[in-house]
């Protein structure tokens, strides 16, 4: 996950990062990569890089 980030010019990608505080549209790049590689579904409302991997867990989790 953290490599998507960084792919996707995320800086920090660290548990406590602020993705509100990053730019939306690499925000969105990121998950859109995350949600191809698991072929899953993510919010668009993460706060926190922590927020984001426990979503993909959670998602993951129900395949």
Partial sequence: MIDYLQDAGVVDP????WLAHQD????????MGLEARYGVQLR????TVAELAAGLCK???LL
Avoid: N, S, V
């Fill in 14 to 17: 660290w548990p406590g990062t």
């Fill in 24 to 31: 939306r549209d690499k925000c969105e790049f990121a998950l």
């Fill in 44 to 47: 668009r409302d993460y706060q």
């Fill in 59 to 61: 998602a993951m989790e």
